[in-house]
């Protein structure tokens, strides 16, 4: 749920903030579609424009939509796309809503993904993005502002197997993941999912931020013994309070290993 735009370093100085957010208000304010996300408070997430995706998906799937950042960039990157938006928090679900308009191409869920159908625990953080189905470790928010645990709400666990079941996902797709802690959840109840997936886009950690969560390197191995190849890492966030800094985050970039065949869906 981590937009890329709350990870902000502590002390990252306020000038070199505002000189980044200046910086993007000048690529989204000539958009209309992003133009208007912005009076509800949501930047579209154009920092996934370095990504080389494989163009042009059919289907996005983005678990951890929080408010629309991803999908707004999803819609405009990829004009074709279905987009399939998982979202818990009631008030994120909300402003995603407002934020991608009356686009019929956004389907939203409202619940999180994980590897069994439960009701979960979700940590709400004060920075809603950060929010997670894991406890906030001490370290998180020594390093990035407002990460702090405000509250717990109780929201409904579904699998991508349960939730997408009967679903056509046409080819070629991306499946977005953003969940603070709970990637190997998400792609544990997805093994069904994954057959009809080429790209995967995924926030990893390197150090734990989140209380039990998997590393990067986890993730790598997962997704490698399921013919899943590592093709580039992105948008990149460390540790400036240490020294030398410690790379903390980053979007990791799978795309399915060449010459692997997907079964067919009566196998």
């Known amino acids: 749920m981590v937009s ?10 306020p000038f070199a903030r505002r000189a980044r957010q200046a910086r993007k208000l000048t690529h989204l304010l000539p958009r209309g579609r992003f133009r208007h996300a912005l009076l509800y408070g949501v930047g579209a997430a154009i920092e996934h424009r370095a990504v080389p995706f ?27 796309a279905r987009i399939l938006c998982f979202e818990p928090l009631g ?18 869920f409202g619940v999180a993904a994980g590897s069994a159908s ?16 894991l406890p906030v470790s001490d370290r998180l928010p020594s390093i990035f502002p407002e990460t702090e645990e405000v509250r717990r709400e109780t ?8 939730a997408l ?7 070629p797709s991306l499946l977005k993941i953003d969940v603070q802690g709970g990637e190997l959840d998400v ?42 190849e590592l093709s580039g890492m992105y ?5 400036h309070t240490d020294r030398p800094k410690r790379l903390m985050q980053a979007d990791l970039l799978f795309s399915r290993a060449s010459g692997t065949r997907v079964p067919s869906r009566s196998e």
């Open 91 to 108: 008030d994120a679900q909300r402003r995603l809503r407002k934020a991608t308009g009356s686009d019929r191409r956004v389907e939203l």
């Open 187 to 228: 792609l544990n109840g997805a093994s069904t999912t994954l057959d009809s997936i080429d790209q995967i886009l995924v926030e990893c950690s390197f150090t734990e931020l989140y209380l039990g969560q998997p590393l990067a390197g986890e993730v790598v191995r997962h997704l490698s013994e399921r013919a899943f």
């Open 4 to 13: 890329r735009s709350s990870l902000r370093p502590i002390r990252l100085a």
């Open 54 to 80: 494989d163009r042009p998906f059919r289907t996005v799937i983005d678990v951890g939509a929080h408010t629309g950042q991803f999908a707004l960039f999803a819609l405009d990157a990829f004009p074709s």
């Open 155 to 162: 929201v409904a666990v579904v699998p991508l197997d349960t």
């Open 118 to 133: 439960a009701e979960g625990t979700l940590h709400v953080t004060r920075s809603t993005d950060s929010s997670s189905l």
């Open 165 to 171: 079941r009967g679903e056509a996902l046409a080819r």
């Open 235 to 239: 948008n990149l966030a460390y540790d």
